[in-house]
Every structure is written in structure tokens, then in C-alpha cells.
């Protein structure tokens, strides 16, 4: 969304953009090559965009075609020790509504693709032991994770920290391509909230706690 990318665009404005429908490519300031996109909310979406930054959009800016893809911004908390303000930091990626276990599949896999998808694990070094991130599974679907379906879902993936609406799309354009990915997502809303519990805060003030530590990561 606009609202995740602008912190990226005030700590490093924007050189260059292009535009293709709603998917939006910026070329930004500063050292190095960093693109910044936006793809719209779903699965679809975020593949489709990933796809057009690496196919035309990082040459129509006169950059190379990126090797590393993070996904930055917001995401709902599914682990029971997960806090609105934490980042999830993506070790494994599943999609929530895949299930061809009638074939032998695991839950979360799709036919023909792996288990799961997997964070690049240098990247994930760099980010382990940092305050307020937690490094592990998330888990992406077209749905909103609201608190009803939140103990079916954390009975199919009890391993799973985060739920998101694009992730684990990403993680699977980049496998495909062979560059590397890792999602970095800020925590605006617990999906089953526990009593005393703060449940949400404003995906703006998210957006930035992620953008803090994506930079820090591209600096490091």
C-alpha cells in the first residue's frame, strides 16, 4: 500500500518512477541500487508486480534487475507470543488456503512446488537477535485472519507467527527466479487477541517500525 511505501520515500526519495495499472516503481536516493514497489493488496498482485520489476520496470529505470526482493509493511500477528509493534521476519512461507493433502501435499503446499518457501538465510542472520523481531513461519492467503477463524489456523500451522496477504506469493516469483527474498513486516493487528492484550495499532505507525528495520538491514 501508499502508506507502506512512504517511509521508505522520506528517508530516500524517490529519483525515478514508472507505473504499470496499479503497480507503482521507484528508483530511490542514496547508495547502492534500491527499487521500492507497490503492487496493490493479494497474492496476484504482489506476484504479478514482483514479476513486472524484474522483467521491465528495474531496466526502464536504468537499473539492473534486482537480486534480493523484501517484503516490507504490515502484517497480523498469528503466534500466541507475538506483540502489535514486533516484526515477523519470514523464515518459511505457506499459502493459508492451499490444501491438496488429498494427493499427498502438505498443508500450506501447492502441487508441484515445495513445503514451503524459504527466507534467505543471511539476511535472516542479520536480523535474529534484534529487538522486538521474531524470525519464523508466516503464512499468506486472500483472506483477512480475523479472530474466529484464528484457532483453525493456528492448529493447521502451529508453527506460523504471521499471516499476510502476499508474502508467500513473493517467496514463490523469487524462488522461481533464483533471487533471494525475505519479508520484514511490522505487526498492526493480533489476529486472536489474549486478554490485557493491546490487539491493534494504526498501519501507518507498523508501516514505519518495518521500514526502520528493512533500512537498517540494507545499511548493515
Given at each position: 500500500?501508499?502508506?507502506?511505501?512512504?517511509?521508505f520515500?522520506?528517508?530516500?526519495?524517490?529519483?525515478?518512477?514508472?507505473?504499470?495499472?496499479?503497480?507503482?516503481?521507484?528508483?530511490?536516493?542514496?547508495?547502492?541500487?534500491?527499487?521500492?514497489?507497490?503492487?496493490?493488496?493479494?497474492?496476484?498482485?504482489?506476484?504479478?508486480?514482483?514479476?513486472?520489476?524484474?522483467?521491465?520496470?528495474?531496466?526502464?529505470?536504468?537499473?539492473?534487475?534486482?537480486?534480493?526482493?523484501i517484503?516490507?509493511?504490515?502484517?497480523?500477528?498469528?503466534?500466541?507470543?507475538?506483540?502489535?509493534r514486533?516484526?515477523?521476519?519470514?523464515?518459511?512461507?505457506r499459502?493459508?488456503?492451499?490444501?491438496?493433502?488429498?494427493?499427498?501435499?502438505?498443508?500450506?503446499?501447492?502441487?508441484?512446488?515445495?513445503?514451503?518457501?524459504?527466507?534467505?538465510?543471511?539476511?535472516?542472520?542479520?536480523?535474529?537477535?534484534?529487538?522486538?523481531?521474531?524470525?519464523?513461519?508466516?503464512?499468506?492467503?486472500?483472506?483477512?485472519?480475523?479472530?474466529?477463524?484464528?484457532p483453525?489456523?493456528?492448529?493447521?500451522?502451529?508453527?506460523?507467527?504471521?499471516?499476510?496477504?502476499?508474502?508467500?506469493?513473493?517467496?514463490?516469483?523469487?524462488?522461481?527466479?533464483?533471487?533471494?527474498?525475505?519479508?520484514?513486516?511490522?505487526?498492526?493487528?493480533?489476529?486472536?487477541?489474549?486478554?490485557?492484550?493491546?490487539?491493534?495499532?494504526?498501519?501507518?505507525?507498523?508501516?514505519?517500525?518495518s521500514?526502520?528495520?528493512?533500512?537498517?538491514?540494507?545499511?548493515?
Open positions: 500500500m501508499d502508506l507502506e511505501a512512504e517511509p520515500l522520506r528517508a530516500r526519495p524517490a529519483k525515478e518512477t514508472v507505473r504499470c495499472g496499479r503497480a507503482v516503481c521507484h528508483l530511490l536516493e542514496g547508495p547502492g541500487q534500491v527499487l521500492l514497489a507497490t503492487s496493490a493488496i493479494g497474492l496476484v498482485n504482489a506476484a504479478s508486480c514482483l514479476t513486472w520489476v524484474l522483467d521491465s520496470a528495474a531496466s526502464a529505470l536504468g537499473a539492473q534487475a534486482p537480486t534480493t526482493a517484503a516490507a509493511g504490515t502484517c497480523g500477528g498469528l503466534g500466541k507470543n507475538i506483540q502489535v514486533d516484526v515477523v521476519a519470514g523464515r518459511a512461507y499459502y493459508a488456503d492451499a490444501d491438496a493433502t488429498a494427493f499427498g501435499y502438505k498443508v500450506g503446499q501447492l502441487p508441484s512446488e515445495p513445503e514451503f518457501f524459504e527466507g534467505e538465510p543471511n539476511l535472516l542472520r542479520r536480523l535474529e537477535g534484534r529487538e522486538g523481531v521474531h524470525v519464523g513461519e508466516v503464512v499468506s492467503g486472500n483472506s483477512f485472519v480475523a479472530a474466529e477463524q484464528t483453525h489456523m493456528r492448529e493447521i500451522f502451529p508453527d506460523a507467527l504471521a499471516a499476510d496477504m502476499e508474502s508467500t506469493a513473493l517467496a514463490q516469483v523469487a524462488a522461481a527466479r533464483g533471487i533471494s527474498f525475505v519479508s520484514v513486516r511490522g505487526v498492526s493487528d493480533l489476529c486472536g487477541p489474549q486478554a490485557g492484550q493491546d490487539f491493534h495499532i494504526d498501519a501507518a505507525e507498523a508501516a514505519e517500525i521500514a526502520t528495520t528493512v533500512l537498517g538491514l540494507l545499511q548493515s
